[in-house]
């Protein structure tokens, strides 16, 4: 169902009349985790400063660490749907258990569904059910047939709408957080009709390598962007190091504005 064959063209995916695929260089950003109702609001306005057209934000956040910050829940949902009233975003949010999709679904746009549960078979098959746009971030050790067969079953309970996003994979290296797989959109894209994204906050880890990520990611043929941004990095209760900040906002509108006209 995911596959190239038996579709003339690549597909476009509307989340809340917002598009991804298509001529379209989508920008998703925000902050990695829900906060406050105020950092959250003045991420989203970071967020569409730099061009963003749609807002992330985690409620629900898959630790490492259990004793690292979790997510606010359904609270964090709440928030997220009163930012979305203020600024228009529509919201793009993980969900981690299958239990929660039907409450998450009733808040978001677009359900994440993250690296640590990309073959999470039950939670792709709710997700699939959700009647929600899914994104599907590839597993950081999967290889790109299982991370298509993990959309598959997303796609085989009769949703289409449906992301791929490549986060970065494990590697030997460790000068970054996870290896940007470049290679991996371009190869998506020749075997998926779907679109084909790129997160390049969570593939570095960095700040300083996430416009030359962004940059790579667009001038490869990406369909979009997913970025973090937090008003107050050096606070944030998840992922602060990768965070962009106010002053890197009109490089990131640069990187895919400029650019994507160009490719
Ligand atoms: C995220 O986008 O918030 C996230 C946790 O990403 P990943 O699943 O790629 O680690």
Redesign the pocket.
Known sequence: LVSRENHDSRSVVSVRGVPIGGDNVTLIAGP??VETPEQTLEAARMAQEAGASLL?G?AY???TSPYAFQGLGEEGLRILADVRAETGLPVVT?VVDAADVELVASYADML??????MQNFALLQAAGDAGKPVML??G?SATIEEWLMAAEYIAQRGNLDIVL?E??IRTFEKATR?TLDISAVPVAQSLSHLPVIV?P???GGKRDLVLPLTRAAVAVGADGV?V?VHPRPETAL??GPQALVQEDLAGLRDAIGTLAALT
């Open positions: 990695c985790a992330r985690g956040k898959p630790r993980e994440q569904i993250g690296t640590r549960n971030k590839r950081m996003c986060r970065g996870n997160d906050s969570h593939s997913i973090d998840c992922d």
